[in-house]
């Protein structure tokens, strides 16, 4: 790992982990090395940051530079779930009731999606 930021659980085992201006990259439970986002999607990242996985298995990434949130389906291609609104989205978690925690250093709040 290159600079290594914030890291989340996978719900089917593993977890996924954010590398500081670079990419996300996602581990099996036995530590070994699944993928690369960028490399999967094609995706160009400016700074990743908080990271969490849904319970489909999506994987939600926070990028501070581009101040977005992209959804990255198993399956598919990704999504940008937020595109406004975020000043420098940080740590994030997702809720079972569908719900996205967004911390913005910013504005010193945690910002709520649905």
Do not use: W
Request: with cysteine.
């Amino acid at each position: 790992l290159q600079g290594p930021r914030y890291v989340s659980p996978v719900p089917k085992g593993g977890f996924v982990v954010s590398e500081e201006c670079g990419d996300v990259k996602v581990f099996m439970s036995s530590c070994k090395l699944l993928s690369s986002l960028s490399s999967k999607y094609g995706h160009q990242f400016g700074n990743p940051a908080g990271v969490c996985v849904d319970m489909d298995g999506s994987i939600l990434v926070a990028d501070e530079q581009r101040r977005t949130v992209h959804l990255f389906p198993e399956h598919g291609t990704p999504i940008c779930l937020v595109s406004t609104g975020l000043q420098r989205p940080a740590g994030m978690a997702c809720s079972s009731s569908g719900h996205l925690f967004v911390a913005d250093t910013v504005e010193n709040c945690v910002k709520v999606f649905k």
